[in-house]
């Protein structure tokens, strides 16, 4: 079917109406932020798997809130961003852009004054030229100018949600992890109301090492863990997706979407969508549906994994050992096990392919003990299971 009429959408954030589950999590982010709107100030930590829905958790809550509870949000991905005067120039930029159309929007002209020129062909990008020094002291007085800023938008807005994501870059810099600490720190000695609510979005990782370079962070964030989707949230994803293409599946052939998607946003897009191009008509069949799901598995392992772990993985000297071990999805497996399923030739590979596939970061010993090896996230678990699938299918 034609790609345009897609209800999938591999690789761009939801559209609200087609957001699904994580109900607890609205809440809770929710309330946090209802508490900033009275003062108080708020500082959480969404952590979870790549693809698991993390950003689009964060940018959905900041939806909701910005309609219904009169709160001004700022959604800033730091990816690539290494230190703090960047990152705090690239909130001010977001905050400055996104607002153009805002009520409150004066108010941030007027805090910057004479720093802000347009720039562009039409001079629609407002461009903030600041300097060192005001960077340094922006920097040091992070808490009193962005109290100030607020105070600004405060006739409007009764506070501000300020997403930091993708932090992946900062996280190790102990720079970011003492000013967050001592931000925080700050606002609580103060006494002062504070109508804000911070969201540090990342890995569970980034979270550890945070915490590893300022160890007083761990005390200090609210943390909200997202896990995977539960079938029944897969079956409603792709029900209401293909019921919104009015296209036709069975529930059997649902049911097989649900087991290769493991819950995972990501997949679920990406399989739905490489399923959707393959039909040749609204009455999706069973062949179709493998065929999708083969696709699906090219598309994930060029886009989504590093191609060193792509061209690896797809090596004629691995196929075999990868046909054996994968025949369902295993998060951490044992290599006597794997050994057990192999036959000659493949035997004497096992060992190269496991010191392969841990040297590029696709496998990772598992603490567990020795001869344990499990996957370093859901998202190459399930993978190496499609792949699996689609060399099967393939021979
Ligand atoms: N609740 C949801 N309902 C529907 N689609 C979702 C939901 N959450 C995520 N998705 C989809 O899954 C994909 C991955 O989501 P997202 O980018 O939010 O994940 P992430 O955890 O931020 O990933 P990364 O770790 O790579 O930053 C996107 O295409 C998004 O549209
Ligand atoms: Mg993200």
Not at 79 to 105: A, C, D, F, Y
Not at 276 to 292: S, V
Not at 357 to 386: E, S, V
Request: aromatic content about 8%.
């Amino acid at each position: 079917m034609i790609p345009e009429s897609s209800p999938f959408r591999p690789g761009q954030p939801v559209p609200i109406e087609f957001f699904i589950g994580r109900y607890r999590e609205i809440e809770r982010l929710r309330s946090m932020v209802n508490a900033s709107t009275q003062g108080r100030f708020k500082i959480g930590f969404v952590s979870g798997e790549r693809g698991i829905g993390k950003s689009s958790l964060a940018a959905f809550v900041r939806r909701l809130v910005e309609t219904d509870n009169e709160v001004a949000g700022c959604h800033v991905f730091l990816g690539g961003v290494q230190n703090l005067s960047e990152m705090l120039n690239r909130i001010l930029h977001i905050l400055l852009n996104e607002s153009t159309e805002k009520p409150w929007h004066h108010k941030l002209l007027d805090f910057f004054g004479d720093r802000v020129s347009k720039v562009g062909l039409f001079g629609v990008t407002l461009e903030l030229s600041l300097s060192e020094s005001d960077m340094l002291s922006m920097e040091r007085n992070f808490v009193q100018s962005i109290r100030q800023l607020i105070q600004g938008l405060r006739e409007h807005k009764k506070s501000l949600f300020l997403i930091l994501d993708d932090i992946n870059g900062l996280a190790g810099a102990e720079g970011f992890a003492n000013w967050l600490k001592s931000t925080v720190d700050e606002i609580a000695t103060s006494q002062q109301d504070m109508h804000l609510c911070i969201l540090v979005v990342g890995f569970e990782e980034r979270r550890q090492e945070l915490i590893a370079s300022q160890i007083s962070l761990a005390r200090v964030f609210e943390l909200i863990d997202i896990a995977p989707w539960s079938d029944d949230e897969v079956r409603e994803f792709y029900q209401s997706s293909f019921d919104v293409g009015r296209a036709e599946v069975t529930d059997e052939e649902i049911e097989r979407l649900v087991t290769f998607t493991g819950g995972l946003p990501v997949l679920a897009h990406e399989i739905g969508d490489a399923v959707w191009r393959t039909a040749r008509t609204a009455k999706i069949d069973d062949n179709e549906i493998t065929e999708g799901i083969s696709i699906a598995a090219e598309v994930i392992g060029s886009k989504l994994l590093t191609p060193q772990i792509f061209s690896a993985i797809r090596s004629e000297s691995y196929r075999s050992i990868l046909l054996k071990m994968a025949d369902r999805p295993r998060p951490h497996f044992k290599r006597s096990e794997i050994m057990e399923l192999l036959e000659g030739t493949e035997k004497k590979r096992l060992d190269n392919f496991l010191r392969r596939m841990t040297d590029l970061g696709a496998l990772q010993k598992d603490a567990q003990g020795p001869g344990r090896y499990r996957f370093p996230n859901l998202l190459h678990a399930l993978y190496f299971w499609m792949e699996s699938q689609r060399t099967q299918h393939r021979q």
